[in-house]
C-alpha cells in the first residue's frame, strides 16, 4: 500500500468509526460518547446536548448508517477501485466529498455550530489530498483519460 493509499484508507476509517459513534446516539443507553461529541461542538461544555429526543436517536441511527456504509465504499474504491480504474475512482470519490463538504458546512453554518467546520475540514483533507499525485501517477501508468 503506497503512502496515498494510507491515508485515503485512514480517512474512510475514520468516516466509518466516526459513522459508528453517531449510530451510538440511536439508542438511549449508548447515547453518552455521541452526546458528548455534539456539547464539544456545540461549545462550551455545558452538558446542554443530550441527544435524548426520539428526533435525534432516529437521525443518529440514520446519519451513522450513511457513514458507515460511505467510508466502506471509500474504502474499497481506495484499493480496488484506484488500480482498476483510478480516473473514474478519482471522479467519484472528489464528487462525493466535496458534495459532503458543502452540504454539512453550509448547515452547520445555517445551525449555529460553525465550529463543526473544523472537522468537516480534516476529513476533507484526508479524503482529497491523496489524489494529487497518487491519481495523477495511476492515470499515467493506465494512460486512462479523466
Same mark, same amino acid.
Given at each position: 500500500m503506497n503512502p496515498q493509499e494510507f491515508v485515503l484508507k485512514l480517512g474512510a476509517a475514520l468516516v466509518v468509526v466516526f459513522g459508528v459513534v453517531v449510530w451510538l446516539g440511536s439508542n438511549p443507553a449508548t447515547v453518552g460518547l455521541p452526546a458528548f461529541f455534539g456539547d464539544l461542538? %456545540?461549545? +462550551?461544555?455545558?452538558?446542554? @446536548?443530550?441527544?435524548?429526543? @426520539?428526533? #435525534?436517536?432516529?437521525?443518529? $441511527?440514520?446519519?451513522?448508517?450513511?457513514?458507515?456504509?460511505w467510508g466502506l465504499m471509500l474504502w474499497a474504491l481506495a484499493g480496488e477501485g484506484s488500480?482498476? #480504474? +483510478? #480516473?473514474?475512482?478519482?471522479?467519484?470519490?472528489?464528487?462525493?466529498?466535496?458534495?459532503?463538504?458543502l452540504v454539512d458546512s453550509l448547515g452547520s453554518v445555517l445551525a449555529g455550530v460553525p465550529l463543526n467546520l473544523i472537522g468537516n475540514l480534516v476529513f476533507l483533507g484526508?479524503?482529497?489530498? +491523496? %489524489?494529487?499525485?497518487? %491519481?495523477?501517477? @495511476?492515470? $499515467? #501508468?493506465?494512460?486512462? +483519460?479523466?
Open positions: 461542538i %456545540f461549545w +462550551p461544555l455545558d452538558g446542554l @446536548q443530550t441527544s435524548t429526543t @426520539q428526533e #435525534a436517536h432516529l437521525l443518529s $441511527a440514520i446519519g451513522g448508517g450513511i457513514m458507515v456504509g488500480r482498476v #480504474a +483510478p #480516473a473514474f475512482t478519482r471522479r467519484t470519490i472528489l464528487t462525493s466529498v466535496w458534495a459532503w463538504s484526508l479524503l482529497t489530498l +491523496p %489524489f494529487t499525485r497518487f %491519481f495523477e501517477t @495511476q492515470r $499515467a #501508468a493506465t494512460s486512462e +483519460p479523466r
